[in-house]
Each structure stands twice: as structure tokens, then as C-alpha cells.
């Protein structure tokens, strides 16, 4: 039930809240040259992502059981 659009969505959304998130958990290594933690970088994008992708599909789901209900 995921189609395109909530790839997109979802892909923007995760590069948005990832980034910010990112810039915050490792400031130090942006701003001190300290060492990223490469896999912590990686998961700080497929939270939001996942979670964004989730979300849209209960939402597309209950829909459907909405629109089944009122027929």
C-alpha cells in the first residue's frame, strides 16, 4: 500500500528532520572535527523516514475503512 508519493514524502521529510537531527547529535564532530559516528548518522535518517512512511500508511488505511464504512 506505499506507493510513490509516500516515498517522496517520506524521503523529504527524512532528509529535513535527519539533517537537523544529525546537526545536533554531532555537532561536535561537524564543528570540532571530532569523529562522526557514521552508523548513528545513518539511523538519524531511517527514524524519520520510517516513521513517516508508517504514519502515512495507518492514515491511508483508516481512510479505507472510512470510505468502506459510509457506503
Known amino acids: 500500500m506505499v506507493n510513490k508519493k509516500v516515498i517522496k514524502r517520506s ?4 532528509l529535513v528532520v535527519g539533517t537537523l537531527l544529525n546537526v545536533i547529535n ?6 570540532y572535527g571530532a569523529s562522526i559516528q ?3 548518522a545513518v539511523l538519524t535518517y531511517c527514524v524519520p523516514f520510517c ?3 508508517i ?8 481512510i479505507a475503512q472510512e470510505q468502506k464504512k459510509s457506503r
Open 11 to 14: 524521503t523529504i521529510i527524512a
Open 26 to 31: 554531532q555537532y561536535d564532530a561537524l564543528v
Open 38 to 40: 557514521w552508523i548513528k
Open 51 to 53: 516513521v513517516s512512511v
Open 55 to 62: 504514519s502515512s500508511v495507518i492514515t491511508m488505511r483508516d
